[in-house]
């Protein structure tokens, strides 16, 4: 069974860098699959933030894209979030999840960590 | 991007009732090399991550009831809930991976009545 699990710094001050980690058991990220990043505002919609794969392939959301970096560890089988200047608008649950269960990145989201809020205050 | 609009933003449905979301791409998100809709449902209950239900607009993950469907093509897509149960009581999104960047609709909440 296919488990995420999301990791990093609950609170993070206006300016700083919110720094993620997903842990991902029961499945290699080496054997393929792209993996993402999606966040979720306090009662609101889903954002798409960005995703990788185990060669490093990134696609990131344009809307972020000049202060997202994802990355991937597929020794430790991680893979990681680092968005630069946040601000309160960036509070938000935030999301790993496997984009399936097709092995492509046009994909649905079949496996999803449980979600991390990070507050981003002063 | 492709902008996913849902309707209703929330309805109330009696147990045992249907319940029909419906979700609207502003443009199309049919793959015409293979014919198929790259259009998928989640449901989310509180405090809980998004679940798949449905992708492909009708292939139901796997473990899911059969009371869930999903149909349309294009730009107009439909699930629906055949008979209302008190555990589907949740936010329902759709979300388009047919481009870049995927996105999802605003949600819709279904509540009983």
């Known amino acids: 069974q296919v488990q995420l699990q999301e990791s990093g710094p609950r609170l993070v001050k206006p300016s700083e860098t919110l720094s993620l980690t997903c842990d991902v058991s029961?499945?290699?990220?080496?054997?393929?699959?792209?993996w993402g990043w999606i966040r979720q505002p306090p009662g609101k919609g889903l954002e798409w933030i960005g995703s990788?794969?185990?060669?490093?392939?990134?696609y990131y959301n344009p809307s972020l894209r000049s202060r997202v970096t994802i990355s991937v560890d597929t020794s430790r089988n991680q893979f990681f979030l680092r968005l630069t200047s946040v601000t309160a608008a960036d509070t938000a649950v935030y999301y790993c999840?496997?984009?399936?269960?097709?092995?492509?990145?046009?994909?649905?989201?079949?496996?999803w960590g449980q979600g991390t809020l990070v507050t981003v205050s002063s | 991007d492709i902008v996913m609009t849902q309707s209703p933003d929330s309805l109330a449905v009696s147990l045992g009732e249907r319940a029909t979301i419906n979700c609207k791409s502003s443009?199309?998100?049919?793959?015409?090399?293979?014919?198929?809709?790259?259009l998928a449902w989640y449901q989310q209950k509180p405090g809980q991550p998004p679940k798949l239900l449905i992708y492909?607009?009708?292939t139901r993950e796997s473990g899911v009831p059969d009371r869930f469907s999903g149909s349309g093509s294009g730009t107009d897509f439909t699930l629906t809930i055949s008979s209302l149960q008190a555990e589907d009581v949740a936010v329902y999104y759709c979300?388009?991976?047919?481009?870049?960047?995927?996105?999802f609709g605003g949600g819709t909440k279904v509540e009983i009545k």
């Open positions: 492909l607009t009708s």
């Open positions: 999840a496997r984009h399936g269960p097709i092995d492509t990145y046009y994909a649905s989201l079949d496996y």
């Open positions: 990788i794969n185990h060669s490093g392939n990134t």
């Open positions: 029961g499945y290699s990220i080496s054997s393929g699959y792209y």
């Open positions: 443009q199309s998100v049919l793959y015409s090399s293979n014919n198929k809709n790259y």
């Open positions: 979300h388009q991976y047919y481009s870049s960047p995927p996105t």
